[in-house]
Structure formats: structure tokens, C-alpha cells
Nanobody
Framework: QVQLVESGGGLVQSGGSLRLSCAAS????????MGWYRQAPGKGREFVAS????????YYADSVKGRFTVSRDNAKNTVYLQMNSLKVEDTAVYYC??????????WGKGTLVTVSS
């Protein structure tokens, strides 16, 4: 099992920045990648960004490219999402996901990001 604890959400004005963190614990020796997803009110969950645990390659949704940056600290088993130039449409609950090398996924409980105009 893998446990995930997200933090860093909150209320920010349009154009502002936030940094989300997700700390992993438990069976973390076999992590393949960690990523962020979000779910806006009335919409489905969508991919935001991810990073390979080995090598550090990153992947982004088109809607956040150039504004968001995903990074990791292997020593702390933590993944971050730096969000800049936030827009009202970025408002959502942001979820952290870990995918193990056996393709089993674990999800955090989510952290709310609200961007006001």
C-alpha cells in the first residue's frame, strides 16, 4: 500500500501562484511515476502533469504547459506542482496519484484550489 498526503491548496487571485505538495509513504520502493489530476465542479477528473520517478521525465496537459511545473524530491518521496499564472478555470480539487511499477494506482484525498477573478 501507498499513502499520499497532499497539501498547499487554497484561495488565490487570477494570475497568482500556488505550490502543491504530495508526500508518499508505505510501499514506495516500486514507484513508477507520480502525477497530478484535477476535477472541476461538474466535470470529470483530468490529467494535469506527471513525472517519472526514475529519470525525471515530465508530461503536461496542454492547458497547463508553460504555467505549471511538476518536480520531485526522491529523498523526501514527495512530488510538487508549482502553479503560476493561475486562471479561474484552474479551479478544481487537485489529486495526487502514484503508479507503481506493477501498474497499481494509489490516490490522495485531494486538495482544493480556488482561483478568483
Amino acid at each position: 500500500q501507498v499513502q499520499l498526503v497532499e497539501s498547499g491548496g487554497g484561495l488565490v487571485q487570477s494570475g497568482g501562484s500556488l505550490r502543491l505538495s504530495c508526500a508518499a509513504s508505505g510501499s514506495i520502493s516500486s514507484i513508477g511515476d507520480m502525477g497530478w489530476y484535477r476535477q472541476a465542479p461538474g466535470k470529470g477528473r483530468e490529467f494535469v502533469a506527471s513525472i517519472l520517478w526514475t529519470g525525471g521525465s515530465t508530461y503536461y496537459a496542454d492547458s497547463v504547459k508553460g504555467r505549471f511545473t511538476v518536480s520531485r524530491d526522491n529523498a523526501k518521496n514527495t512530488v510538487y506542482l508549482q502553479m503560476n499564472s493561475l486562471k479561474v478555470e484552474d479551479t478544481a480539487v487537485y489529486y495526487c496519484k502514484v503508479r507503481r511499477l506493477d501498474n497499481v494506482d494509489f490516490w490522495g484525498k485531494g486538495t482544493l484550489v480556488t482561483v478568483s477573478s
